[in-house]
Nanobody, 118 residues
Framework: VQLQASGGGSVQAGGSLRLSCRAS???????????YGWYRQTPGKERELVAS???????NYLESAKGRFTISKDNARKTVYLQMNSLEPEDTAVYYC??????????WGQGTLVTVSS
């Protein structure tokens, strides 16, 4: 199984980006029962959870992301999205997607860099 993240880039404060994370090498029924999340990391800091979505589509957000970011998934495309609006310089980081199985096994995608300038 591989997770391919894309959609990062450079934007000005107040702008928007949509990150995508496509799972490959996984059958649809397994994709559907996993939970997915977007994490971010900046140099010298620990990776932090930005948003997550469960198999039942329950979502959870970092406090600073609430109201600005939306996580969603398209099961048919085996893809998880993170819509980021009203971006702030503090959102600058490398963003990683994560897959967690019902028994806790995790897979990480490669990072995608988001840079927000003031």
């Amino acid at each position: 199984v591989q997770l391919q993240a894309s959609g990062g880039g450079s934007v000005q404060a107040g702008g928007s980006l949509r990150l995508s994370c496509r799972a490959s090498g996984i059958i649809l029924s397994v994709f559907n029962i996993n939970a997915y999340g977007w994490y971010r990391q900046t140099p010298g800091k620990e990776r932090e959870l930005v948003a997550s979505i469960s198999s039942s589509r329950a979502t959870n957000y970092l406090e600073s992301a609430k109201g600005r970011f939306t996580i969603s998934k398209d099961n048919a495309r085996k893809t998880v999205y993170l819509q980021m609006n009203s971006l702030e310089p503090e959102d600058t980081a490398v963003y990683y997607c994560n897959q967690r199985s019902p028994v806790g096994d995790q897979i990480w995608g490669q990072g995608t860099l988001v840079t927000v300038s003031s």
